[in-house]
Nanobody, 126 residues
C-alpha cells in the first residue's frame, strides 16, 4: 500500500504564493504518475496538475498554467505544487494522488489514481 500526506495549505491573500507538499510512504516503488486535484465546496473534484514517473512531463489545467508548477523528488518520495499568483477561485481542498498501476486512463481523470491523501485546505482571500 501507499500512503500520501499533504501539507502546506493555508490562508493567503490574492496574489500570494503557497507550496504544497505530498509525502509518500509504503510501497513507493509502485508509484507511477502523480497528480494534484482539488475540490471546492459544492463542486466536483477537478484536475489541477499531473507529472510523469520520471518528472520529465507535466500537465496542467488551463486555469493554473503559468501560475502553478508541479515537481517531484523520487529520491525523497515527494511531490510538490508551487502555486503563485493565487486567486480566490483557487480556494479548495487540494488532494495529492498517485497512480499505482500503469493505465491508459488520462492523468486528468480521478480514475487514474489508486492512492489519495487526506487533502489540505487552501483559502485565498480577495
Amino acid at each position: 500500500q501507499v500512503q500520501l500526506v499533504e501539507s502546506g495549505g493555508g490562508l493567503v491573500q490574492a496574489g500570494g504564493s503557497l507550496r504544497l507538499s505530498c509525502s509518500a510512504s509504503g510501497r513507493t516503488f509502485s508509484i507511477y504518475r502523480m497528480g494534484w486535484l482539488r475540490q471546492a465546496p459544492g463542486n466536483a473534484r477537478e484536475f489541477v496538475a499531473a507529472i510523469s514517473r520520471s518528472g520529465g512531463s507535466t500537465d496542467y489545467t488551463d486555469s493554473v498554467k503559468g501560475r502553478f508548477t508541479m515537481s517531484r523528488d523520487n529520491a525523497r518520495n515527494m511531490a510538490l505544487l508551487q502555486m503563485n499568483i493565487l486567486k480566490p477561485e483557487d480556494t479548495a481542498v487540494y488532494y495529492c494522488a498517485a497512480e499505482l498501476t500503469p493505465r491508459t486512463i488520462a492523468a486528468r481523470s480521478s480514475y487514474a489514481y489508486g492512492a489519495w491523501g487526506q487533502g489540505t485546505q487552501v483559502t485565498v482571500s480577495s
